[in-house]
């Protein structure tokens, strides 16, 4: 398996990499929040399924379920209420924001009020056969008025581009191997403009590569993202890909400490060092293939974390300036937020069923815990119960019809969605405690 990995890694570059001008730049825009709070320094780290989008290779090392969405809050229920409290609070006590904080901030807000920036990754282990992943990428520029050479207004209309991508990795002792594949869908602008030359819709697709090693607490990575053929838009324009050979390392010393030199000293009645304190420095490197004497991206950070539930981020882009991020976890449910880019944000919400303690509490716990994370966003019981697929199933059709909710002026609209919310909650309750 290694050595297929391998063919299709150097095959595809020698294929893919003699076109020239790169498009579709939001392939390249870094994903995630706990990324970016670290100067989007992650191909050699690997502890958050966005992950992915860096270096395939971190998929081979994830044994249970987890989902994050960035950028789309979850619908009305006590999830929102936490991530839209502690979000005012850091926008008065730590951003000093009244405003831009908000559960779907805005990408590059200071630029276009209407400019939206989404993703979305979920990462599902298949016993001893691997794991699979599945993301998608948006990024709209928001409403843009058309006006004639005249000076005279004639209609709106949206851009965007999506990317849709499966990934598939293993394990191989302390390797992590992964590849994916990946749908790209590009629109400019409708035909109807008759003066711009650059306008239509194009699409291609692309394979990212990775390969990722981890050793306590001293990790690297390194990657091969966007290889595919050029973009091509109706009648005559086309663009190369942006392909990006990226390479980073991931350094724990407390856990390095940890592992290597002090393993009984350093924990206390099975209570390690690294359960109270953390601390990692990430640093990546990446290059274009056209440039490759070019450093196009450098960035480094770091993360501090208490007690395992709180964290502090910070890092620095060579041309994007410093980052900082903060994050708190929830048992299963994780949220986080960065800022860079002069007034940029992402928040991010991550699930991951591996922190649920559903499978040692007692009976009388299972089904007090079970109906409290009901209230949280439909499927979340699901999620504490370690049945990822199912509360998806749930969770997905809700963000969906949030969206609806908070982003239509039709009352009927709003209503429906609401409607279709409470079913959610109603039914994934009662599933959960069959």
């Known amino acids: ?48 399924p966005v992950a992915i989008q860096y270096n395939p290779g971190a998929i081979g090392f994830f044994n249970t379920f987890q989902l994050a969405i960035m950028n789309q809050g979850p619908p009305p229920g006590a ?66 008025d058309v006006i004639d050479p005249n000076g005279n207004y004639i209609g709106s209309y949206q851009s965007y581009d999506f990317a849709v991508g499966i990934t598939y990795g293993m394990q191989v002792k ?71 050979l990226k390479w980073g390392i991931s350094i724990e010393p407390i856990v390095m400490l940890d592992s290597l030199f002090f393993p009984d000293r350093l924990s206390f009645k099975n209570i390690k060092l690294t359960d109270l304190i953390s601390v990692k420095y990430n640093l990546d490197r990446s290059y274009d293939f056209k440039y490759l004497n070019e450093d196009i991206w ?46 940029s944000y992402h928040v991010q919400i991550t699930i991951s069923t591996d922190r649920t303690g559903f499978a040692t509490d007692g009976f009388g716990k299972r089904k007090f815990f079970t109906i409290c994370s009901a209230f949280i966003a439909p499927g979340a019981s699901q999620y504490y119960k370690g049945d990822g697929i199912k509360g998806t199933l749930f969770f997905l059709p809700s963000l969906v019809l949030a969206n609806y909710y908070f982003k239509s002026t039709n009352e009927t609209t709003k209503f429906s969605s609401l409607v279709g919310i409470g079913l959610l909650y109603f039914v994934s309750t009662v599933e959960a405690l069959h």
């Not at 870094?30 to 958050?48: F, K, L």
């Not at 005012?88 to 730590?94: G, M, W």
């Not at 000093?96 to 590059?108: A, F, G, S, V």
């Open 174 to 244: 302390r390797i992590g191997m992964g590849i994916t594949v990946k749908y790209i869908y590009s629109f400019l602008c409708p035909d109807w403009i008759d003066w711009i030359e650059e306008k239509g819709d194009g699409y291609s697709f692309a394979i990212d590569y990775g390969i990722q090693y981890r050793f306590r607490g001293l990790n690297g990575g390194l990657s091969l993202l966007n290889l595919g053929p050029d973009i091509k838009y109706e009648p005559f324009t086309s663009s190369r890909l942006p392909t990006r």
């Open 298 to 343: 450098h960035g480094s950070g770091w993360e501090f974390g208490l007690l395992n539930y709180i964290y502090y981020r910070m890092g620095s882009f060579e041309w994007m300036g410093k980052s900082n991020g903060l994050g708190i976890n929830f048992g299963i449910y994780a949220i986080d937020i960065s800022k860079f880019y002069g007034e």
């Open 1 to 48: 398996m290694a050595t297929l990995f391998s063919v299709i890694f150097l095959a595809q570059a020698l294929l893919f990499t003699q076109i020239e001008r790169p498009g579709v730049v939001f392939l390249s825009i870094p994903a995630g929040a706990r990324p970016t709070g670290m100067g989007s320094s992650y191909a050699g780290d690997g502890n958050d």
């Open 79 to 144: 999830g929102r209420f936490i991530e839209t409290a502690w979000l005012k609070s850091l926008s008065y006590l730590f951003y000093k924001q009244t405003e831009t904080l908000t559960p779907e901030p805005p990408w590059l807000g200071w630029l276009h009020s209407g400019m939206r920036y989404l993703y979305g990754v979920g990462v599902v282990p298949i016993k001893k056969y691997g794991t699979i992943g599945l993301n998608y990428t948006y990024l709209s520029t928001g409403l843009t």
